[in-house]
Structures are given as structure tokens and as C-alpha cells.
């Protein structure tokens, strides 16, 4: 147990055996590389003289380990206002590490959550520019949850300025409201026309499922529910983000149906065109060589993502174009496959696409037995 919560034990300092006075005039002789140490035994001896000593104890108190042990204990006696100015005082670096391990400890000390509270009321603009919420995602009081819902929905969250400062905090907003702060993603996910802003959105719905720990799996389901009926509304270029963050959260199956949503304006008839090629090169039984260059539409349905189609193209391709031309001479060869990456808009993408291969093969081919371009019938995935 660490010594600040023995406070709850001791009655007085006769009762555990210490000295309170000798021990705050040791803190007044100590060296500030010393002075943290002594203040943690006054604490531990007498809260009510610690409470007394705390202002004097963080005036001299460096950063460190010990520096911030000290901070702790000093808040655990009532010294906010102490601690406060101590941690103000330091170094940017500094400061962003004490509030995180600070926010670390909210479930062991009741008034770090108040302290923290505090600080906002005291700092106002300066606890968002310097990130004093940082720690805050597993401080879950009622009034750290009060406040964080306060602030991304006040000028210092919603429609503040620096952008980067309000989707940090609202990072630390989801992973402390957890389930609870998915209606808010879901109504500024609708809200924001940036996609760049609504690819942060998806991001927070994996925050607010704890993605990266110890997963919470009714918050996990209620943000797969909510991207699930985000799809149709969100812009194209978040479609992405909202697939990685699905398959983080464990839904696959929605995280592939989202590539229907990333290129809308290509669909025909509710499909996605790909252009494929398959290039056969091989040499036959009777040393002749060949080559063939197939080529032709995939329609795919809007379930599957360019690398996925890619991934299995060789397999799909040999399947339904029937590449066996070096099987059909008793020879051997290779088969290269290729796709766009991404389904095109028209045929002249698909020419352009096409002719640079097309140039490719003649040349490779110069001089074989027979080189042929074969189209192929367009092919449904």
C-alpha cells in the first residue's frame, strides 16, 4: 500500500509511533533533492500538519519520481491549491508526464479527480493548450465525466479553434465516457463535413471501446452499431478509417461492406469495374516460346477491398479465364497477374490503364513463337 493511504489509518502521530514536529523541521532543513522524501514520512505521521507544510514542501519539491509521490500525497491531505502551482511551474515535458500519471492514480486517491476539476477552474484556456486533461481517460469520477462532456460540447471542445487540441481531448472524453460517449461520436461523425475530421470520429469510436487494452465489449458492440448505420452518411475518404477501426473492434464482415461506401460515385448499377490483366509467359515442350496478355473487366459487388481482391486474383483469374496455355503445350512458364487499385470511372481510365501494359508485353515478347492479346468476357467476382 503506498504511504499516503496509511493517512486513513493514522489517528495521530503519537498513534504511529512519529515524530510530526521533528519531522517538519527536517522538512525546512532538507535539500530539494531530499525534501520530497521527508514531506512523504510527514505525510504518512500527521495529515493535518502535512496539510499545513504542503505549500512550503512543493515550493521546494523537483520533478521526478519522488517529486510527484509527493504531489499525491500532498493532494491526498487537501493541498490542491499546492500542488496545483507546483505542477504549473514545470517544464512542458514535465508537466504533460505529471498529469498523466497523476490521472493514473484517480482510483487510489478520491481527490485527484477533484484537483483536476480544480485546475480547469483555475487554468481555464491554458488546462486545454498545455493538455492537462491528458491523463483523464481512466479517471472515471462523475465530475472528471462532467467535465470532459462540458468541454466537447463548450467553446473549449466542439468550436474550438485548434482542431488538433479538440480531437486530443476528445480522445481522452471517449476512453473515460466509454459507452456512454457514442452517441455524441455518432452525432459529430453526421455533423462534420471535413473528412479528415470524421476519420478522427472513427478513431474515437475505438477509444471509446478501449481498442489497444482490455477491450469493453458493450462498448465495442455499440460502436460497431453506430459505424454500421454511419456508412451511408459518412464521406467517401473516412470509409477507410471506419474499416480499420470495424476490424480493431472485431467485425470483419461490416469492415469489408464498408468498401462499398469509399468510391460511390464509380458504382454502375450498384457495382464496382476493375480491370484486370493476366500475363502468361512460358516456354512449350518444343522450346518455342509464348506469351499471352488476357485482360478485362471484374465486377465486384462492394464487399470487397482492392487488397483483398488482389490477394486472391491469381487463384480467381486462372479460375475464370482458364490460364493452362503452358499446361496446353506440355511446357512451363509463369502467370503475373495485375488490377487497378481501385475500381475505375470509365473506359478511357482503363485504357490508359491497359495501353501502358499492353506496350510492356509487345516489347517482352519481341520475337516469340506467338504473342497474342486476348479480351476476356467481363468477369463478376
Known sequence: MLVWLTLALAGSAQAQGCDAKQLALDLHEASPVAVAKVYLKLAECDGAIAADEAAFAMTKTLYGDDGMEAGLAALSVGGQDA???WVDGLEDHHRSETVRWFGSKCAEEPNVGKFFVEARDVKKDVFLSNRWYAGLGSCRTPEIAAMLTEMINGDQGARAADRAQYFGLLEVYSRNLGKDAIPTLTGMATSLSDPMEVRLIMSAFGDAANVGNSM???????????????????????????????????DEGLANDFAGYRWVDRKNGGKYTYYAMAKEMMVCKNGKEQGFLHHGKIIEGGTHWPEALKKDLEAALTSKWGLEAAAKCKGEGTIAVELTDEPVANDKEIEEWLDTRTKTF???????????IVPEDETDW
Open 216 to 250: 469493453d465489449a458493450g462498448a465495442a458492440k455499440a460502436a460497431i452499431d453506430a459505424i454500421r448505420t454511419l456508412g451511408p452518411q459518412i464521406p467517401a475518404d473516412a470509409a477507410e478509417s471506419a474499416r480499420d477501426i470495424l476490424m480493431s473492434l472485431g
Open 362 to 372: 509487345k516489347g517482352e515478347t519481341k520475337g516469340f513463337h506467338k504473342a497474342e
Open 83 to 85: 500542488v496545483l502551482d
